[in-house]
């Protein structure tokens, strides 16, 4: 009796001495104030995988700034996968020093003298997708090291997670960099397996909601035990996740395949269907390298406004006829975007009479009643004025192409 009672009053003494000594309380939630509309940037997994190293890297970044990209709002320059070198023996990772040779702080810093911001890409699991060091159970040094590498965005990704539920091991490493004291912009990858949109707002600022994007207009690709989806595919996914979406938390429908190899019609198309779904545009192209018909698609102001207005609304598939479909996102003060897609083989002709269609969105609320109301029509592809919603509108969507309006009062 007299040992049971002298070991309780030790394991007391020694509890008090340890909650004495750590005091901290973890802070589960992200850094506010950031992607209040849409991220918008680069990221090198589509177009380079693993073949990362640091000249690429600063040369990226020197043809966001040449190429007018950095000046339409691109701000992000991330790599992905397969940057990682060794933990050292206090547990510290370290980049691949024959492919980062100058080592990430100073990469970094180039990267902001542009400018631009720093971004980089980890893993929850004990393996990145890529085989490189996950950050399981390394999740506050690895934060540390970021912050002090100056680090502005991660992009924190799901393979090899056994065991481990999704919801407490993003929140682990918001709750390190919370700690480590940088505000970062937390991309959550997990593919939309355990619906980060219902615990994600709080915890990270955009969410993948599906699986990779393949390069593809209308198609899927079947790996065996997964599969890669089209551009289509990928947007037919985002439908009923829009009421998740606004300022500072983002359905993310993974990154731009713009300018990697689709015809200059489906580039167009994918880039206005994630401007309508206010995604985040983060481009996947060689930026040294650009065609004039790219960078005139990355680069037009008029549609990245869609994406980028202030309300932050996902826009909406309003009606599906014939593979031809008309989406809508309502913007700030009043404003409308109207996408007519032809998903299909062949040109199709549109006619949308403004006034015999009275329109409220669900979500927001917003309202488009032309017969109250008249709108001005803009083209913003080929930057012209097109009328006014007064006349119904009348038009050829060619195949697999857009034909994009910004109704404004
Ligand atoms: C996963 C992600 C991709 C990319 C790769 C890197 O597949 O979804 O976006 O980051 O891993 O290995």
Known sequence: MKKISLLFLGMCASFQA???????????????????????????????????????????????VATGMKDAGYTYINIDDCWHGERDAQGFIHPDAKRFPSGMKALADYVHSKGLKFGIYSDAGSQTCGGRPGSR??????AQ????????????????????KAEGAYKTITAAIRKAGRPMVLSICEWGNDKPWEWGPTVGHLWRTTGDIYNCFDCINDH??????????IMDKQQHLRQYAGPGHWNDPDMLEVGNGMPANEDRAHFTMWSMMAAPLITGNDLRKMSPQTKEILTNKEVLAIDQDKLGVQGYRYAAKDSLE???????????????????????????DWKATPITDEV????????????RLRNPWTHKDVGTTKKAFAATVPSHDVVVLLLSK
């Open 18 to 64: 340890f909650s004495q000594g750590n005091n901290y309380v973890q802070n589960y939630k992200k850094f506010d104030n950031l992607a209040l509309t849409p991220p918008m940037g680069w990221n090198s997994w589509n177009k380079f995988a693993c073949n990362v190293d640091e000249n690429l890297i600063k040369e990226v970044a020197d043809a966001m």
């Open 137 to 142: 159970g390394y999740e506050f040094q690895d």
């Open 145 to 164: 090291m970021y912050a002090e590498w100056g680090v502005d965005y991660l992009k924190y990704d799901w393979c090899n997670t056994e065991g481990l």
């Open 224 to 233: 065996g035990t997964w599969k890669s989806w089209g551009v289509m595919q």
């Open 326 to 352: 008309t989406w809508l996102k309502p913007l700030a003060d009043g404003k409308w975007a109207v996408a007519f897609l032809n998903r299909s083989k062949k040109p199709q002709p549109v006619r949308f």
């Open 364 to 375: 927001s609320k917003a309202e488009l009643n032309a017969a109250k109301t008249t709108y």
